[in-house]
């Protein structure tokens, strides 16, 4: 029950990305929001570990800033594989990584408060 909940806030999250950032876009369909949901957790599980492993003298001299930069490439890498999420630049896809972790830490610590 609990990985349904993280994946609907997950689509949550990228529905507020596309409404606040000008450069993302998804195909207005509440499907394509939990595809693009399941992908994105699916690319930043496997490849993002890897990559945030090999970068980590950089976030440990960025103090963490280049989490962000490792995030937006995961989004990037998303929307080359996914037909349906579009990212026009880098800097849509910064905004958009930074959107989506905050939505995500917010609804992380509401669902532990309302399941523990």
């Known amino acids: 029950m609990r990985i349904l909940l993280r994946w609907a806030s ?3 999250a990228f529905w507020v ?4 950032v000008p450069g993302i876009s998804v195909n207005d369909n509440a499907w394509s929001y ?3 949901a399941l992908l994105f957790g699916a690319i ?7 990559v945030k492993f ?3 003298p950089a ?24 037909d349906v999420l579009e990212v ?4 849509s896809a910064i905004l958009a990584a930074v959107i989506i972790s905050v939505m995500n830490w917010f609804t992380s610590k509401i669902f532990k408060r309302v399941t523990s």
């Open 44 to 50: 930043n599980v496997t490849i993002g570990s890897l």
């Open 17 to 20: 990305a596309t409404q606040l």
């Open 54 to 56: 090999l970068t980590l």
């Open 59 to 82: 976030v440990v001299l960025s103090l963490g800033l280049f989490l962000v930069v490792v995030n937006a490439a995961m989004l990037a890498l998303t929307a080359r594989v996914s």
């Open 34 to 36: 939990l595809w693009v």
């Open 88 to 91: 026009e630049d880098f800097w």
């Open 10 to 12: 997950m689509a949550l």
